[in-house]
């Protein structure tokens, strides 16, 4: 069974920061591991992702402040949150894709809210 565990979201002021992670269970080849987000009465939307050979992409809107890394030994992702702003405030969710299966799993969510 795969489960996806995350942690560090948290209020925090415009301009701080966070460190989400991501880790997976139950699964052990990852094709892609990615970060997305939901803000109320929004559509979910790619915040990040990285794939299998380390190539990373961002959402045009946190380029230059969210760092997304990945810990393959710790089956771990994480993306770093700096100056953060109220836009940034959503649900975020940890996404996984298995390069045996293609299939996509999700994890739980994690509350990140930016006060201004």
């Known amino acids: 069974q795969v489960q996806l565990v995350e942690s560090g979201g948290g209020l925090v002021q415009s301009g701080g920061s966070l460190r989400l992670s991501c880790t997976a269970s139950g699964i052990y080849n990852i094709y892609r591991m990615g970060w997305y987000r939901q803000a109320p009465g929004k559509q979910r939307e790619l915040v990040a992702d990285i794939t299998s050979g380390g190539s990373t992409n961002y959402a045009d809107s946190v380029k230059g402040r969210f760092t997304i890394s990945r810990d393959n030994a710790k089956n771990t992702m994480y993306l770093q949150l700096n100056s953060l702003k109220p836009e940034d405030t959503a649900v975020y969710y940890c996404?996984?894709?298995?390069?045996?299966?293609?299939?996509?799993?999700w994890g739980q969510g994690t509350q990140v809210t930016v006060s201004s």
């Open positions: 996404n996984v894709r298995e390069s045996r299966t293609y299939l996509n799993y």
